[in-house]
């Protein structure tokens, strides 16, 4: 049988009368497992634990690391000294300290030395700056795939300085200790739980070497978070990095999050665990209802499975996403059985291939969970887990209910929206071969549309990290107590904070439904003629655009009034802006800008669309509206877009369309008679 005595401790004495009581119940030998999780994060004290320990209990086996958290028997702590004392009756128990200058052989080591014959569990802690855990399990899997692997990689409370990892005798910043647990009838039960949803686009890792990304998409990983997140939140990596991870996409069945621990000067990231290059990645946002959901479903596995001890390894971005609500996640572990663990910088968590074999993956993000008994005794009973459940009811403020709510349901509406337009332009693509000599046109309007909703979909995704960005700033500052509301300065400091936070948000909401009015009347189908102002024609064009780098400029009369068939002429709008954007993109200008000019007389009105992009080569002026005419060919041009736009002005609007060069530029002109 294996029994458990845990208890959290704020400074050395403390711990030390606990030991004293213990050491009467509990028949110290080489069986006796003594895990230590320690939020002082300091050498001098690992020394005093280490020399308690011997002291108490000089044959035990003694594992520990630094945190950003304790779990104790449901009870999360901060910077206290958290002990497990584990005893083992028909186990056999074998250790070892291992100072890493190689990962990958590191882990070597450690399977050469505790994955023995009968070896049923191996615990790693290593430390969570220096170590690359994904290096050290693919050492480990070259040796033995056939060892369960739990435990977790060190915490500093967020510092992301410098972690230690002990053993009896030794303290590493740079290392592993290990314990191996040898009994080939022990019982295990091992499970883990996510929670983080992939958002927005899918990227693609061009260039990285082990867990250093240096481009994706081709370009610098920090700009695909500035993109996302904004400004703000990116200069602050890799701190808030842990709370929007990565996610790899396809990963033997099990999500696994890549949180950020080091950036360069240069825009590369540091990642804790490797990346490959051609690897499909997302960024991922934490999950409110998604995370405590999963927790349910985990609890009710545990229905009539016999423990008699948990080891719990939690990821630190979990703790400060959920803040008091990661009470909820780990309490309910105490109707199991008595439970001890930590919050960490990576967690190590084994899953079974189809041919049998162990998978080791290097988890960010999650909760993982190890339970173990030696005896067929202490079945989880099913009424003893509903009540735990019951208490995930009322979790969350109506505020944050409500931003989860209508982030989750705006991007199902997005996605949705998205893949009816794309199957549109697949199933068009079926029979493009042999549609494409007699029905050319109305491949490029299908095409344009199926490019536009693209477009229209980048301008959605800004907004809704704006305000996933913001409510997770929030939760890291209150969780990281950068507000003491004791003093009314500093309750006035944080009131000020939220009502500003509020303030975007609402900011953010308020162009995403306007966004999302224009998206709903531009694919109405049958809309006709209308009267509408040129001005509101022209923002709603714009709501497609999502160039940050490039001015928009306007110089129109507001009270400009026309009737035209609007959707059509925002295709034209768009295909002179696109076109304009790209010769911008071309040259590499800094200072891209395109000029809207406005003006009416008696019989027309006269829409001007003027860039700074290098112009159109006189010798090819005279052709950009004829059929199949185009010098983008390399990139995919079809010559259809201005000839397009030309059709819809002369014969759908009764009005023309001329382009000619002007001072570093050109300039569209439309003319549309007043009706």
Known sequence: ?????????????????????????????????????????????????????????????????????????????????????????????????????????????????????????????????????????????????????????????????????????????????????????????????????????????????????????????????????????????????????????????????????????????????????????????????????????????????????????????RRRFLYNSINLEVRPFNSISRNVGFFTNGEFFSSQDSNGDMVYHLMNQTLTTISIAEENISFVKKYEIDREIANFQNYTSNTTKAISYLTNAVLKDIEKAVKDKENIAKQFEVNIEKEIAKNREKDELIFNQYKLVHQWKQSWIQPLSNILAITSACKLQIALDKFDIDTDDRKNDFFNMLNNNMSKIEQSVDFLSKTIDNFRRFYKEDIGLESIFLMELLEHSLTFINEQNIKFNFNCNENIKLKVYSNQIIQVILNIINNSVEAIKDLKISNGKIIFECSKDEKFIYLDISDNGGGIPENNLAYIFDKDFTTKKDKGGSGLGLYMSKLIIETKCKGHIKAFNIENGVKFRIILPIL
């Open 1 to 317: 049988m294996i029994k458990s005595y845990n208890g959290s401790f704020k400074n050395i004495e403390e711990l030390e009368r606990f030991l004293d009581k213990k050491q009467t119940k509990i028949k110290e030998n080489h069986q006796l497992l003594i895990q230590v999780f320690t939020g002082i994060i300091s050498k001098k004290i690992i020394l005093d634990i280490q020399n308690s320990i011997k002291l108490y209990f000089p044959k035990a086996i003694l594992i520990g690391a630094t945190t950003d958290g304790e779990i104790v028997d449901g009870e999360i702590y901060k910077k206290t000294i958290a002990i497990s004392l584990t005893t083992f009756e028909n186990s056999i128990l074998y250790s070892g300290s291992f100072e890493n200058r190689d990962h990958f052989y590191t882990g070597q080591r450690i399977a050469k030395k505790l994955a023995k014959d009968s070896t049923k569990v191996v615990i790693i802690l290593s430390d969570g700056i220096f170590t690359n855990g994904e290096e050290l399990l693919k050492g480990f899997a070259s040796i033995n795939r056939s060892v369960i692997i739990a435990g977790g990689m060190a915490g500093d409370n967020g510092e992301l300085k410098e972690t230690f990892v002990f053993n009896n005798n030794e303290i590493f910043s740079k290392g592993a200790v290990a314990v191996g647990i040898v009994n080939e009838h022990l019982k295990v039960f091992n499970q883990y739980n996510f929670g983080w949803l992939p958002f927005g686009e899918k990227f693609q890792v061009t260039n990285a070497q082990e867990n250093i990304v240096y481009s994706i998409d081709n370009i610098r990983p920090v700009k695909i978070y500035e993109k996302y997140l904004g400004l703000e939140i990116a200069s602050k990596l890799p701190i808030v990095g842990i709370e929007f991870p990565l996610i790899k996409i396809g990963n033997h069945g099990v999500n696994v999050a890549r949180a950020v621990l080091g950036k360069s000067d240069g825009g590369t990231l540091q990642f804790a665990g490797n990346l490959s290059n051609g690897e499909t990645v997302q960024i991922g946002v934490g999950d409110l209802d998604t995370i405590l959901s999963q927790s349910k479903d985990n609890l009710l596995q545990y229905i009539n499975k016999s423990v008699e001890t948990t080891f719990i390894y939690s990821c630190m971005a």
